[in-house]
């Protein structure tokens, strides 16, 4: 069983990071799939369902702007992290006034959003062992409530953790930029990051029509996802 939500997610700044730009980090036009699951999963997440996003509406006008920033050029080791776990004692900071990198980024600037999704349920069981044979009401009536009240486990970001998104409700939608309007073929965008495989990203092809790309629409034209 599934059930349907909606919310608006908004904020000044967004990078959702194309995985072919290795030194600069350079944005999508729009919110990816992935990222919103990231939204949803910050208002509620549980292990017993699966967030799937089904339309994604850009709801502002798409904008670009360049920032430029300091990076820290070294990441710590998976081997020193596992070995300070088991007390070795190992520092695990990383500072950028010494190991300092200077990137530049192209970012998109005062975005809207608007997603649709809903939630699949993957484990019947509560927490105490015992099955519940219709837990999808109470799922859907927690995040509800949470989304009304603005809470969140942590702060939703937009694209990178700097960029902190504002969300909340919504009953209808507001009209599309006109610039929007048409049709656009957006490319091949990250639809997310199949866990089970590796942690193997998906794509798809991404069409945008009259400021809406359906993504699930989408996955059927391509008979699915593709790597």
Sequence with gaps: MTQGVKLLVRGDYACWTRPEMKA?????DVMTPSGARGVLEAIYWKPQIRWVI???RVLAP???????RNEVASKIPVGTVKSAMKGGGQILGLYADEDRQQRASLLLRDVCYG????????????????RNAEPAGKHLDIFNRRLRKGQCFHRPYLGTREFAADFLPVADWPDC?????????LGFMLHDIDFADGMTPRFFRARMVDGVIDVQQCLEAMGGTVA
């Design 54 to 56: 089904d339309r994604i």
């Design 24 to 28: 600069e980090r350079v944005s999508y």
């Design 62 to 68: 798409i904008r670009f702007t360049n920032i430029r």
């Design 115 to 130: 997603i649709e999704a809903h939630f699949d349920i993957l484990d019947t069981r509560e927490a105490d062992g015992t």
């Design 177 to 185: 930029p006109e610039e929007l309007r048409g049709e656009q073929d």
